[in-house]
């Protein structure tokens, strides 16, 4: 290896030169990542590192005359969006009032694209133009543009409502577009792309109505098998020479790629968008502040419980942050049932399955535990309690206490990595010591982002009244098939803020966790502490508006 100072020759794994002492690893201009005294490229962002092949970056280096940027064809997924009328909603606003709303505005739909992967390009005015196949390109970066601008939709119609303002005020549309275009490698923010894709995608966009997500038939291919759409016609764009077909996007139907699609057609989700945006909201926060929580969703059978969990799940899959799923159902009668779901839920993180021969299995959880519990002498206590789990009769062998600790351990080591969603279905039919654990993980567990999705008939409240309600990040969801449509319901975590309190008699009523409101009456169940009452009790308060 020669350095590039003095021209000396070196070992090839030397560091520093032995003549001159001078570093013989070059650093990017362009990111700042370590680079080989050969390299031409660098490898984290693709930058030019030297003019000529075998020329190298030192310390005293001219970088003058190494150009910081070149441009390349990609395949890459554009995306224009524009608030509907905001002109005159401007017009009639204070500056400052305006101000507030476009930077509240700005913060969602740049935290919306961060979460798909995406990199905002620039903000235009009140548009927004973002990007997904630079700097770095996936094979489903079509699909994540699209499942963005669905989820932009949502974002903002629930603005008008954050911001206090009149429905529908504030309303968004989206063009989508999936082609080759000029990428200048190494560049951020504006002036990161150009070509007739980006203008294209902004005259897509502007001929959408108000709420609408338009994709051209690129886009389309290549999201079908995730995203359903119906044509919008072959409109003709200003400055186009010929018309172009579109497609409207209408809602995700299955995970990334297309996993878990139902053979048949899928009805839409109605009427519960308000429910899912509050499990998306609290599962972000779960993943935000590093806390476990507990959302329990109660109704009758047929309500919709199941839907709103594929919907949930739906949208974790879409995000560019790794999220570690399980799901475990509650089965109401056989043998060794009495912690099923949450066997399930291992079983999944160990590829075992369910008729899988012993030998096999505790392969299998040796090599999961051994993967996710880095501790031997935490290994060696925590896999045996596991495999007890798995053998149906957790009961025998060990204290229930060490078996609960065990397992909470295991889930812990879990979120290292990534955070950590249980969703546990048909409650109704669980042991109390499922009901248990998953209460006992909640409370000591609560430092970690472990996200708890139950899913219940109105009987586990005659089994176990208060369910839930033990601990201060507990949010109720409870359904009627009486509640008239659009269904409204606020779930408040009790983990954030000052509780508020209203005082009666010798009890503090400190949080409304539910209301569920119509235009004729509402409800909602409270928590109430005062003396020596225990926490948590809850009370169900009916009133007419």
Request: hydrophobic letters at 40%.
């Amino acid at each position: 290896m020669r350095c590039p100072a003095c021209g000396s020759e070196n070992e090839p794994d030397n560091r520093f030169c032995e003549s001159c002492g001078r570093s013989l690893i070059g650093t990017c201009p362009q990111c700042g990542s370590g680079i080989s005294p050969t390299a031409r490229f660098c490898g984290k962002c693709g930058a030019v590192q030297a003019p000529e092949p075998g020329g190298v970056l030192g310390p005293e280096a001219d970088l003058s005359r190494v150009p910081s940027h070149i441009a390349e064809r990609r395949l890459v997924s554009i995306l224009f969006a524009d608030l509907v009328g905001f002109t005159p909603i401007a017009e009639q606003r204070d500056p400052e009032e305006v101000r507030e709303i476009l930077s509240t505005y700005f913060d969602r739909m740049r935290e919306v694209v961060s979460r798909h992967g995406g990199t905002i390009e620039k903000f235009i005015g009140d548009a927004v133009m973002a990007l997904w196949g630079t700097p770095v390109a996936h094979e489903d970066d079509a699909e994540r543009a699209v499942r963005t601008a669905l989820t932009m939709v949502a974002t903002v119609d629930r603005l008008n409502e954050e911001l206090q303002l009149p429905e529908a005020t504030l309303a968004i549309r989206v063009g989508v577009l999936t082609g080759e275009a000029a990428i200048t490698v190494g560049a951020e923010g504006q002036g990161m792309v150009a070509g007739d894709l980006v203008n294209t995608a902004s005259r897509v966009q502007a001929v959408a109505p108000a709420g609408w997500v338009l994709v051209d038939e690129v886009t389309r291919r290549a999201t079908e098998s995730a995203v359903a759409h119906e044509e919008a016609g072959t409109p003709m764009l200003k400055g186009k020479s010929a018309p172009i077909p579109v497609w409207r996007a209408l809602r995700v139907v299955a995970g990334k790629g297309g996993s878990g699609k139902a053979l048949g057609l899928e009805a839409p989700f109605v009427g519960r968008d308000e429910e899912l945006r509050q499990v998306v909201d609290l599962f972000h926060a779960t993943g935000r502040e590093g806390k476990a929580r507990l959302v329990s969703v109660t109704g009758v059978a047929g309500i919709g419980k199941s839907r709103l969990a594929w919907e949930f799940e739906k949208y974790v899959d879409g995000l560019v942050e790794p999220v570690l799923w399980h799901r475990g159902r509650c089965l109401a009668y056989g043998e060794g049932v009495t912690y099923w779901a949450l066997a399930e839920m291992v079983r999944m993180r160990a590829g075992i399955l369910e008729e899988e021969p012993s030998e096999s299995v505790a392969a299998k959880l040796r090599e999961a535990v051994a993967t996710h519990v880095p501790e031997i002498e935490e290994r060696e206590w925590v896999e045996p309690r596991l495999a007890q789990l798995l053998g149906g009769d957790a009961a025998a062998g060990f204290e229930r206490q060490e078996l609960f600790g065990a397992w909470r351990l295991f889930l812990e080591r879990l979120t290292h990595s990534s955070p950590v969603v249980m969703v546990f279905e048909d409650l109704q039919w669980a042991d109390t010591a499922l009901l248990d654990f998953i209460e006992y993980l909640r409370d000591w567990a609560r430092n970690r982002p472990i996200f708890i999705l139950t899913l219940a008939r109105p009987e586990l409240a005659e089994r176990r009244s208060g369910w839930g309600a033990s601990a201060a990040r507990s949010p109720r969801c409870s359904w009627s098939r009486s509640s008239p449509m659009p269904w409204k319901s606020w779930c408040a975590d009790w983990s954030r803020g000052s509780p508020t309190t209203w005082s009666k008699g010798s009890a503090t009523v400190r949080k409304a966790f539910h209301c569920t409101r119509s235009r004729r009456s509402a409800c909602c169940w409270i928590g109430v502490s005062s003396g020596v009452r225990r926490a948590g009790t809850w009370w169900p308060v009916t009133w007419t508006p």
